[in-house]
């Protein structure tokens, strides 16, 4: 949940348009709330039918899986705005999509290691 406020906020800080974004997070408030629990459905019933199959391991491929594919494309949509193009104008964009690749796996690696902790201080 608090992945999801901040890339919220993120796409409305930066003006960022994606139409991944624009299915995930729409302007009416109903469809908000409507695809908000279309995914926590979606990854409960994954991350149950992956911890049941394999166990801890289940849960932070999960978790992986959600988390890359929403803060990958927020980086990729970062790396492509104009408050991102004017930061580093002297960088084609390649590069660019380059430096946010390596972000957005700084955060997932610390999203995964997060969630490692986490499982393995409730004892699961």
């Given amino acids: 949940m608090t992945l999801n406020f901040c890339v919220y906020k993120t796409l409305?800080?930066?003006?960022?348009?994606?139409r991944f974004f624009k299915a995930i997070y729409p302007v009416n408030l109903i469809m908000i709330f409507r695809n908000l629990f279309y995914f926590i459905i979606i990854f409960f019933l994954?991350?149950?039918?992956?911890?049941?199959l394999l166990?801890?391991?289940?849960?932070?491929?999960?978790?992986?899986?959600?988390?890359?594919?929403?803060?990958?494309?927020?980086?990729?949509?970062?790396?492509?705005?104009r408050v991102f193009i004017n930061w580093l104008s002297d960088l084609d964009r390649s590069l660019?999509?380059?430096?946010m690749f390596v972000i957005s796996l700084n955060f997932e690696y610390f999203f995964t290691r997060l969630t490692h902790?986490?499982?393995?201080?409730?004892?699961?």
């Fill in 12 to 18: 409305k800080g930066l003006d960022i348009k994606s």
């Fill in 46 to 52: 994954t991350s149950t039918t992956l911890f049941k």
């Fill in 55 to 81: 166990g801890n391991g289940g849960l932070q491929i999960t978790n992986f899986l959600f988390s890359f594919i929403i803060i990958l494309e927020l980086c990729l949509k970062i790396a492509d705005s």
């Fill in 96 to 99: 660019r999509l380059l430096v």
């Fill in 117 to 124: 902790q986490i499982i393995l201080s409730q004892g699961f």
